[in-house]
């Protein structure tokens, strides 16, 4: 079993920067892929970034040049850096492992946007 744990979220004004962070523990193998989702109420989850173990990455095309995904592999750990955010940025954020045919997920953390 894996488990997830964000933290980092809260209320930023627009053009504001939060960073999200993400712990990993439990039975987790490599190679594996880690990423944040968000979810508004109604709507399905979507990705906003991914990273392999590797260190591929990739984004919504809604987040790009804005968002930037690391993860430290030593620690378990992934990390999404969000700059020049927006209101409709406003979501839950869920962290995500990916291993073995399973996906794992994070309780959310939520981000709102807003003056």
């Known amino acids: 079993q894996v488990q997830l744990v964000e933290s980092g979220g809260g209320l930023v004004q627009p053009g504001g920067s939060l960073r999200l962070s993400c712990a990993a523990s439990?039975?987790?193998?490599?190679?594996?892929?880690m990423g944040w989702y968000r979810q508004a109420p109604g709507k399905q989850r979507e990705l906003v970034a991914g990273?392999?173990?590797?260190?591929?990455?990739n984004y919504a095309d809604s987040v790009k040049g804005r968002f930037t995904i690391s993860r430290d592999n030593a620690n378990n750990a992934v990390y999404l850096q969000m700059n020049s955010l927006k209101p409709e940025d406003t979501d839950a954020y869920y962290c995500?492992?990916?291993?073995?045919?399973?996906?794992?997920w994070g309780q959310g953390t939520q981000v709102t946007v807003s003056s």
């Open positions: 995500s492992l990916r291993t073995l045919g399973r996906q794992y």
């Open positions: 439990g039975s987790i193998f490599s190679p594996n892929t």
């Open positions: 990273m392999s173990t590797g260190g591929s990455t």
